[in-house]
């Protein structure tokens, strides 16, 4: 569970900036917008985007599932060693109990867990005017409470991790903050990431520009001073956080391994890491496909993005950086906090 004391920031929007109203237990179950009201305004007005399975189907990843030697053939000579940890690899070809991950290297099959099933969560494109109500996601399945403060109800709707939801008001309950996200639905503050809005720093010097908010886990592409998508993220945890500040994307790899922490209990290796942008020195935006707990921290620093918008960014990113100008830099990534994540 994500713990969070929120804080308030700058919005380009009054909706986005809702105060909490402070209530004991016993008053907030008068508090909330009327049902009149959420049916004019049922789901959040954002267009869904979806992964390309045509995109993702040539990778195959698995998982070695422990230490394994690297041979330059089927039946071949050990040319290398990969060691025990958090290792996939990308698989080329299958050859009876060999398998190919690289042009030059291969391992035993037996080394290999089953096809990793990789995420199909993906964010939404934004509409031009801003939303009536802030647009959230659930973190967690859940069943909204009828007050806020109160026990899940068994009878509300039963929402699944992912789904989108409007925070159509906020009511404080001994110090924790209730999202009103339907008729008498109320879900407590750590169970939602917020999408939220800034306005643009004055050192952004690129038309397409990133802001990640570490406390919400979530990301925003803007146009100059338009949000136009949003999805959630996955950035470093407490020993490996991920840098706040004002960067530009400088490299950027289609796929590329990454690994790191040799010797060391929590080393990873990573082949295959697809769409990688780095911004600030060997952190980057890229494509995980390896977990599915975006909303959350998981990586050791970098943004971890799902298949589906790692591609979505990437491919709407390409305009800022042009190879052909020597130290060109691309699109600006603003890294901030909007509160204080006390996680892990």
Request: contains cysteine; aromatic residues 14%; charged residues 20%.
């Given at each position: ?29 008068t ?14 007005n ?12 040539p ?31 990308t ?20 080394m ?17 005017e ?46 924790w ?9 109320w ?8 999408y ?14 990133i ?7 979530v ?10 998508f ?12 991920t ?53 959350y921290?998981r990586?050791h620093?970098?943004?971890?993005l799902?298949m589906g918008?790692?591609?979505?960014l ?13 130290n060109?830099l691309g699109?600006t ?11 892990g």
């Amino acid at each position: 569970m994500k713990y969070r004391l929120l804080v308030i920031i700058s919005l380009l929007t009054c909706i986005m900036a809702l105060s909490a109203t402070v209530v004991s237990a016993q008053e907030a179950e008068t508090y909330g917008i009327s049902a009149e009201a959420i049916e004019e305004y049922p789901i959040p007005n954002v267009q869904q985007i979806y992964v390309n399975k045509e995109i993702i189907s040539p990778f195959m990843y698995r998982r070695l599932a422990g230490a394994s030697d690297l041979y330059d053939a089927p039946n071949g000579n050990v040319v290398g060693n990969i060691g025990e940890g958090f290792t996939f690899v990308t698989v080329i070809q299958m050859d009876e109990s060999w398998a190919k991950i690289s042009p030059d290297r291969w391992v035993r099959s037996e080394m290999l867990t089953e096809d990793v099933a990789m995420s199909i969560f993906a964010g939404v494109m934004l509409p031009e005017e801003p939303l009536p109500y802030p647009m959230a996601w659930l973190l967690v399945h859940a069943r909204g409470s009828k007050t806020p403060g109160g026990e899940e109800a068994q009878d509300n709707p039963f929402l699944y991790r992912y789904t989108k939801v409007s925070i159509y008001s906020v009511v404080e309950v001994d110090g924790w903050d209730w999202y009103q996200i339907g008729v008498d639905q109320w879900v407590h503050q750590t169970k939602v990431a917020k999408y939220l809005s800034v306005e643009r720093p004055e050192d952004v010097d690129t038309d397409r520009w990133i802001s990640i908010d570490l406390y919400e886990q979530v990301a925003v592409a803007y146009e100059g001073e338009t949000p136009v998508f949003t999805t959630l993220v996955s950035s470093g945890m407490r020993d490996w956080t991920t840098n706040e500040g004002l960067f530009h994307i400088y490299l950027r790899y289609i796929s590329t391994p990454m690994s790191g922490a040799d010797g060391e209990e929590d080393f990873y290796y990573l082949e295959g890491v697809p769409w990688t942008m780095y911004f600030d020195d060997e952190i980057a935006l890229h494509g995980a496909y390896w977990h599915d707990g975006f909303g959350y921290r998981r990586s050791h620093g970098c943004v971890n993005l799902s298949m589906g918008d790692a591609h979505w960014l990437y491919d709407w990113a390409e305009s800022e950086l042009d190879f052909t100008v020597d130290n060109d830099l691309g699109a600006t990534v603003y890294v901030y906090s909007s509160g204080d994540y006390v996680g892990g």
